[in-house]
């Protein structure tokens, strides 16, 4: 496997306090992933002596009073990616420093039926290195731009409704949530599809897998690939997607019964206690390149038809392996939100769903083995009625940071999230809200040659969601258009949502604080309109089209600058027919400056 970040260092270091030696690779700089490779058992993926579940490898890094208790993997012949390996002696942890400067650590590496999941470090027959200590240097990062390295891991923020990286920037996502098995792609190892069929209101399975062919240009040389030229699609599709101003995928890691029937981080699709470790490496490759393109990983770990496969739905050992293994092998990545399943729970349509003390059950554990604490958000139902149903047994419960919300009704999505925000302030624990499917099932983003204009979803889905207060936006193509939910291939097919969306991010970051910002759609008399205020500092206003009066109610006798913002071609803030207003109660704004039937975003800002 090539791995081309630049200033790749390699340290081997032999420790004087075990008879080991152990290999650090990666970049020694804060933010980056390090490597920590031990010498241990020779197994493989099928061995009697299971090595997902038979041992296990934890390493505790520690600079004052951080601690980071980093589950290891099994990683066969440390090369798997390349060589498709199955067996081999080369076990691994990833470390993501967030602080530069000393960090000292300490390996615990045993083995013993079934000791994975234990919280008990002396159980089991020690292994060569257990208790090795080692001390590395971090420097600063030196990446700028993008690349998630620059800002570091991003987690929720203070206020608990948006993301934040840890150097304090906040960050507002945009992205595809189509294709769901994204990760179906033809080139990775072990990759297949099974129990295909056709199913009435659904995408059809039965199409091969993933090849992004339409991508294959947009690979540069110098991009990752693994066995020589395998990956070019799948990184092709993410410079372009990158390319457009994107910064957010979702996919699904485990579809076994689902719809695509085609994405399993196991070595088969029935088999739920051993991984395969080549796939996985090759999916690392993929992520790695995510990170530097500025691409969040949204990392769906099941999905409605498989809720209960593992443990009956419960959080029992093959769910907690399942997690363990993720999170040790993608855990370290700064971008990285889990979602802990699609349209999560019972529904008429899946009636045996996962309970609402189940879905509790795999939040905590999730947040209780995840050193870094990534958010965690589920995946809604669509209906009005079944959130209604289900969330409010999942409101207060503090390791589930948000929801991955999916409404079917365009004109439900700013109401559905000011109402569900205010539940989740009223019951203590804030909720971060993203809009990430959009219905109906059938259609979600239409391709360009259908709906150029895609007017409804930027209007009542973009805007209004993020007038709302979302965290974000994704956008699910639907079943029964070309390049849907299970068989996109090209993603220009939606070229001008991802304009669109792009706009609407430029807008927020330029221009607002919007994580300091609160409703105020009360102060405009348009239905349809949409209002943020900072105080009486400042207001966005977003009016839709067909708009007549572009009026606003002045909270104070103050005067404000009027600028006007186009939605639809993005751009410079222009100046309308009116370039101030001033004093108490209602305000007549004017009029944009052109195209006065269309949509408009103002921007008011006091004067001093």
Same mark, same amino acid.
């Given at each position: 496997?090539?791995?081309? *970040?630049?200033?790749?260092?390699?340290?081997?270091?032999?420790?004087?306090?075990?008879?080991?030696?152990?290999?650090?690779?990666?970049?020694?700089?804060?933010?980056?992933?390090?490597?920590?490779?031990?010498? $241990?058992?020779?197994? *493989?993926?099928? @061995?009697?002596?299971?090595?997902?579940?038979?041992?296990?490898?934890?390493?505790?890094?520690?600079?004052?009073? =951080?601690?980071?208790?980093?589950?290891?993997?099994?990683?066969?012949?440390?090369?798997?990616?390349?060589?498709?390996?199955?067996?081999?002696?080369?076990?691994?942890?990833?470390?993501?420093?967030?602080?530069?400067?000393?960090?000292?650590?300490?390996?615990?590496?045993?083995?013993?039926?079934?000791?994975?999941?234990?919280?008990?470090?002396?159980?089991?027959?020690?292994?060569?290195?257990?208790?090795?200590?080692?001390?590395?240097?971090?420097?600063?990062? /030196?990446?700028?731009?993008?690349?998630?390295?620059?800002?570091?891991?991003?987690?929720?923020?203070?206020?608990?409704?948006?993301?934040?990286?840890?150097?304090?920037?906040?960050?507002?996502?945009?992205?595809?949530? @189509?294709?769901?098995?994204?990760?179906?792609?033809?080139?990775?190892?072990?990759?297949?599809?099974?129990?295909?069929?056709?199913?009435? $209101?659904?995408?059809?399975?039965?199409? @091969?897998?993933?090849?992004?062919?339409?991508?294959?240009?947009?690979?540069?040389?110098?991009?990752?690939?693994?066995?020589?030229?395998?990956?070019?699609?799948?990184?092709?599709?993410?410079?372009?997607?990158?390319?457009? $101003?994107?910064?957010?995928?979702?996919?699904?890691?485990?579809?076994? $019964?689902?719809?695509?029937? /085609?994405?399993?981080?196991?070595?088969?699709?029935?088999?739920?206690?051993?991984?395969?470790?080549?796939?996985?490496? =090759?999916?690392?490759?993929?992520?790695?390149?995510?990170?530097?393109?500025?691409?969040?990983?949204?990392?769906?770990?099941?999905?409605?038809?498989?809720?209960?496969?593992?443990?009956?739905?419960?959080?029992?050992?093959?769910?907690?392996?399942?997690?363990?293994?993720?999170?040790?092998?993608?855990?370290?990545? +700064?971008?990285?939100?889990?979602?802990?399943?699609?349209? +999560?729970?019972?529904?008429?349509? @899946?009636?045996?769903?996962?309970?609402?003390?189940?879905?509790?059950?795999?939040?905590?554990?999730?947040?209780?083995?995840?050193?870094?604490?990534?958010?965690?958000?589920?995946?809604?139902?669509?209906?009005?009625?079944?959130?209604?149903?289900?969330?409010?047994?999942?409101?207060?419960?503090?390791?589930?940071?948000?929801?991955?919300?999916?409404?079917?009704?365009?004109?439900?999505?700013?109401?559905?999230?000011?109402?569900? *925000?205010?539940?989740?302030?009223?019951?203590?624990?804030?909720?971060?809200?993203?809009?990430?499917?959009?219905?109906?099932?059938?259609?979600?983003?239409?391709?360009?040659?259908?709906?150029?204009?895609?007017?409804?979803?930027?209007?009542?889905?973009?805007?209004?969601?993020?007038?709302?207060?979302?965290?974000?936006?994704?956008?699910?193509?639907?079943?029964?258009?070309?390049?849907?939910?299970?068989?996109?291939?090209?993603?220009?097919?939606?070229?001008?949502?991802?304009?669109?969306?792009?706009?609407?991010? /430029?807008?927020?970051?330029?221009?607002?604080?919007?994580?300091?910002?609160?409703?105020?759609?009360?102060?405009?008399?348009?239905?349809?309109?949409?209002?943020?205020?900072?105080?009486?500092?400042?207001?966005?206003?977003?009016?839709?089209?067909?708009?007549?009066?572009?009026?606003?109610?002045?909270?104070?006798?103050?005067?404000?600058?009027?600028?006007?913002?186009?939605?639809?071609?993005?751009?410079?803030?222009?100046?309308?027919?009116?370039?101030?207003?001033?004093?108490?109660?209602?305000? /007549?704004?004017?009029?944009?400056?052109?195209?006065?039937?269309?949509?408009?975003?103002?921007?008011?800002?006091?004067?001093?």
């Amino acid at each position: 496997m090539r791995y081309l *970040s630049p200033l790749l260092l390699i340290l081997l270091i032999t420790a004087c306090t075990a008879p080991t030696k152990y290999e650090i690779t990666g970049v020694l700089r804060q933010h980056h992933k390090l490597t920590l490779t031990f010498d $241990g058992p020779e197994l *493989s993926e099928t @061995s009697e002596e299971n090595p997902f579940r038979d041992v296990q490898l934890r390493v505790n890094f520690e600079q004052g009073d =951080q601690v980071f208790e980093v589950p290891g993997y099994y990683a066969a012949d440390g090369n798997a990616g390349e060589t498709s390996a199955t067996g081999g002696n080369k076990w691994r942890v990833h470390f993501n420093p967030p602080t530069a400067g000393a960090w000292t650590f300490t390996a615990f590496f045993r083995k013993g039926e079934n000791i994975a999941l234990s919280a008990n470090l002396t159980e089991g027959e020690a292994l060569d290195g257990n208790l090795t200590h080692g001390r590395i240097i971090v420097e600063a990062s /030196d990446k700028k731009g993008r690349d998630f390295r620059a800002k570091g891991r991003i987690t929720i923020s203070e206020n608990g409704r948006f993301f934040q990286h840890l150097n304090g920037d906040y960050f507002l996502k945009g992205g595809a949530d @189509s294709p769901e098995n994204f990760l179906a792609y033809h080139e990775f190892d072990g990759t297949y599809r099974h129990l295909a069929e056709a199913r009435e $209101g659904e995408a059809d399975p039965t199409e @091969s897998l993933h090849r992004y062919e339409p991508h294959l240009d947009d690979w540069q040389e110098g991009d990752p690939s693994w066995q020589g030229d395998k990956g070019k699609g799948i990184i092709g599709a993410l410079n372009y997607l990158a390319g457009q $101003g994107m910064n957010s995928v979702y996919f699904l890691v485990m579809n076994i $019964g689902g719809d695509g029937k /085609d994405v399993w981080p196991y070595i088969d699709h029935e088999t739920f206690d051993r991984f395969d470790c080549s796939k996985l490496d =090759q999916w690392e490759l993929v992520f790695e390149y995510m990170e530097e393109l500025g691409l969040m990983m949204h990392l769906v770990t099941q999905e409605t038809e498989n809720e209960r496969l593992l443990d009956g739905g419960d959080t029992g050992p093959q769910r907690q392996l399942f997690y363990r293994e993720l999170i040790a092998r993608f855990g370290h990545h +700064n971008a990285l939100v889990w979602n802990l399943g699609e349209e +999560n729970g019972p529904a008429s349509f @899946s009636p045996d769903g996962q309970t609402s003390g189940q879905q509790r059950a795999m939040a905590t554990n999730l947040k209780a083995q995840d050193p870094y604490d990534h958010p965690v958000v589920i995946h809604t139902h669509s209906w009005r009625g079944q959130k209604d149903e289900g969330l409010p047994a999942l409101l207060g419960h503090e390791p589930l940071d948000g929801l991955s919300f999916q409404v079917d009704r365009r004109s439900d999505v700013h109401s559905e999230i000011l109402k569900w *925000s205010a539940k989740a302030q009223e019951s203590g624990h804030p909720w971060l809200i993203a809009m990430d499917e959009i219905g109906m099932w059938y259609e979600g983003v239409k391709p360009d040659a259908i709906d150029p204009g895609h007017d409804s979803l930027r209007q009542e889905v973009l805007w209004g969601s993020l007038m709302a207060g979302a965290a974000g936006v994704e956008w699910y193509f639907g079943a029964n258009y070309a390049h849907n939910d299970l068989t996109m291939e090209d993603w220009r097919s939606r070229a001008n949502i991802w304009t669109q969306t792009r706009h609407a991010l /430029d807008f927020f970051n330029q221009y607002l604080s919007y994580w300091e910002m609160k409703n105020c759609d009360d102060l405009l008399p348009t239905e349809g309109a949409y209002g943020l205020a900072k105080d009486t500092e400042t207001y966005a206003l977003f009016f839709p089209k067909g708009t007549t009066i572009w009026r606003f109610r002045s909270e104070k006798d103050l005067t404000y600058q009027v600028q006007w913002y186009n939605p639809r071609k993005g751009g410079d803030l222009r100046v309308g027919r009116v370039p101030e207003v001033t004093g108490q109660g209602w305000q /007549d704004l004017g009029g944009p400056p052109e195209a006065v039937t269309e949509d408009w975003v103002i921007l008011l800002s006091q004067k001093q």
